[in-house]
Every structure is written in C-alpha cells, then in structure tokens.
C-alpha cells in the first residue's frame, strides 16, 4: 500500500522534482518545511515559550508534526524504528537493494561509491515499489572530490572553486540542473552542501569541499547551493554540524578536536543562524570533539550537540548522523549497534551508515536490538514517535 498525499501549494516546487523520481512507484507525497526561524544563539526553547498551553497565541505556527501523528500512529513499533535507519547499499547490486528494502521498510538507503547500477534505467523505482511508505534515496553530491553521478551526467565542480569562479546565483542554477538529474535518476536526498567554514589546503578532509573560510561567504554559496537543489525537488542537508572546518584531523581515521565552543559560534556556527529557516533542510551532525560541549563522545553520540542544535539554533526539523559504519572516530570504540543506539537516543531522528550491516539480516538483528531498548525505556518512545514525525514529515509522507 503506498501513501497518496494531498499536495499544498507551498510545496509544489520543491515536490515537482521529486515526483519525477517517485511516480513509477505510484507514490504522490507533499513535502512541508522542516526547520523553523532560529532563536538567537544561546536563547533555549524554555525562553521562547510565552504562552501556555491554555492560553495559545493567535499567531503561533502550526506544528508540522503534529499533523503527521496519524501516520506514525498507523506504524507498529519495529517500521517506526525502522523509519530511523538510513542504510548504505552497494550501487552496484539493485537486487540486492531491493530485497533489503522489501525485508526491513527502512526509512532510507544511501548510495555511495563509484558503481552506477542503481541509478541507471529507473532501477531506484523497483525499490520504491517494495517499501510501504516513501524511501529516502540519499546521496553526497557535493561536486569536486565528492560526487556521484559525474559518470553519468558530468562533473560538479568543488564547493572551493565554485565560491571562487561562479555567483551565487550562478551556484543556485548548478545545483537546480544537479539536482533535476539526480531526480530523474530516484534520488530525493543530497548530503550536501558542505557548510564548514575553511580555508585548509584543498587535499586536507574538507580543504576544497568548503566553500570559503569566511562565514558570511559559505553561508551566501551554501544557500544558493541548497535553493537549487529545492527547486529541482531535492532535499539539502547541511553539513557537518556543529562544523568540521576548523578541526584537527580526520573522522575517518580517527577522533578530531575542534576550537572551543565559543570560538565556533563566532565562525563555523554562524552560517546556521541563516540557513536553516530558509526553506525545506535537513542536518547532519558529525562526529567531533568540541570543548565545551562533548565530554568523551563525538557529537553524533552526545545529547549535548543535538540541545545546541534544537534549543539555541531553534531547530526542529531532520538531524542525521554522519556516516557510523565507516568512521573510525565512531567505529574505533563502538560496534554498529552501540552507536546507532546512542546516536538514536542522544538525539539523532536517523542514524546513517554506508557499511557494516547493509543486507537484510543484518539490518533486523539491529532492529531487533532497537525494539529491545525501546520496550526497556532505553529509548524513550514519546521521543521516537517525535523522530518518526520528522523523518515522515522530511519524506512528505504526511498531510
């Protein structure tokens, strides 16, 4: 059974591309904003809270996941966890992809690497046919060193040397022509753009995949980069929070140590402040150590970095985690599982992994773990239900 939604007008051009990718699976879904206006940095949710729950403003918003608590409603508890896992599939393999998918009704795949299969001849809409509710089809095409589909329809250039060559407005038309071919391909999710604020040599983890090492430039560039892919029908997720720009190291290899908290609100923060209420977004948080903020864990895994996300950037819409399958800065302590559990109750509404328990058995034997710690209270399920809200609301899979 696939989930047919009435579509709101404000959604139409984000939704537009999007629909070209899912109506092969008979799947028709509206997609509403995901974030909300960001209170000023250091404000708390409490603050901003003027009236009671008694006394409603007349001018308050309506709550988008309120409306979607019939959907989530509709799930028994396993698919609702299931919605929280983000999976990386092999490009190369659209059977086994599909058999994945038919088995565990993940929420969403992500596609890495080099191999094209899965994004040839509309094989992404057979995987669509198998999961009851919308698939989130994920990729990183930032452009430059991080790109997926230059094979097929041309390379992007980096974030680095966009920012230098191209205007804004000329970024915003690159993105809008990436993300119509991602679309027409299946894709409904790019992890990008990059908004760390940097100025590191070109070769270093983010180097050239940062647009400047000036905040107001990555967040003029990072803007216009995800305007475009909402106007082809993509969602944009900005990355990687708190910001890695400024780190020492490399999360793949192993633990990395940014400047202090209060350093990163004056730079590698400030492009949040005007990103994230500009329409339709998602955020992915990385795995970073940052004084004054992590006590031992990575940001992915510390309930601290999803606060300063929520409460001090005014945030309520999807957060992913960075990649936890194939980063030794999570992986060099904790086994899958283990993280995507804390990453889950730390404050991440999806957990995202590119290896480590891609087919279908693998998948359920961390399911079953799941569905373990949320009868045991280790997940609070108020909490999950809100998580499944944002993803479904992210997806455009409710009304």
């Not at 027409?184 to 990008?192: I, L, Y």
């Not at 895994?301 to 999570?330: E, H, I, N, S, W």
């Not at 891609?358 to 399911?367: K, W």
Request: proline residues 7%; glycine residues 10%; hydrophobic residues 45%.
């Amino acid at each position: 059974m696939f989930l047919r939604r009435r579509l709101p007008r404000s959604a139409a051009p984000l939704l537009s591309g999007v629909l070209i990718g899912l109506v092969a699976a008979g799947v028709v879904v509206a997609v509403r904003p995901a974030g909300v206006a960001p209170a000023a940095p250091g404000a708390t949710a409490a603050a901003s809270a003027g009236t009671s729950a008694a006394q409603p403003s007349a001018t308050a918003a309506p709550d988008p996941l309120a409306a979607c608590a019939p959907a989530v409603a509709a799930l028994d508890p396993r698919e609702r966890l299931a919605q929280r896992l983000v999976v990386g599939v092999d490009g190369a393999d659209p059977d086994a992809v599909v058999a994945t998918v038919r088995a565990t009704q993940v929420g969403g795949i992500f596609i890495g690497g080099n191999a094209t299969a899965l994004l040839r001849n509309q094989a992404l809409a057979r995987v669509q046919d198998v999961s009851r509710t919308p698939l989130a089809v994920s990729v990183d095409d930032e452009g430059g060193r991080v790109q997926r589909i230059d094979g097929l329809d041309g390379p992007l250039p980096s974030a680095r040397r966009m920012a230098a060559r191209n205007t804004p407005e000329e970024v915003e038309e690159l993105a809008r022509t990436r993300g119509k071919a991602l679309v027409a391909r299946g894709v409904t999710v790019d992890f990008a753009p990059v908004v760390d604020v940097g100025g590191q040599p070109a070769n270093s983890v983010i180097g050239d995949r940062a647009f400047s090492d000036d905040p107001a430039v990555v967040a003029r560039y990072a803007g216009a980069f995800a305007d475009g892919l909402r106007a082809a029908g993509v969602l944009p997720v900005l990355k990687h929070f708190p910001g890695h720009g400024h780190a020492s190291g490399d999360s793949h290899k192993g633990r990395v140590t940014t400047p202090p908290l209060a350093d990163l609100r004056a730079t590698d923060l400030r492009p949040y402040t005007e990103l994230l209420d500009t329409g339709p977004v998602a955020v992915m948080v990385g795995h970073l150590d940052v004084p004054g903020l992590t006590d031992g864990l990575p940001t992915s895994l510390t309930p601290k970095a999803y606060r300063l996300l929520r409460d001090d950037y005014g945030f309520d819409g999807l957060v992913v985690t960075d990649d936890l399958g194939a980063m030794k800065a999570v992986t060099g302590t904790f086994t899958l599982p283990e993280a995507v559990l804390r990453a889950l109750t730390a404050g991440a509404d999806q957990a995202l992994w590119s290896s480590g328990a891609q087919d279908a058995a693998a998948v359920g034997s961390l399911l079953d773990g799941l569905e373990k710690a949320l009868a045991d209270g280790r997940l609070d399920p108020a909490a999950n239900d809100r998580a499944v809200a944002r993803v479904l609301v992210a997806k455009g899979a409710c009304d």
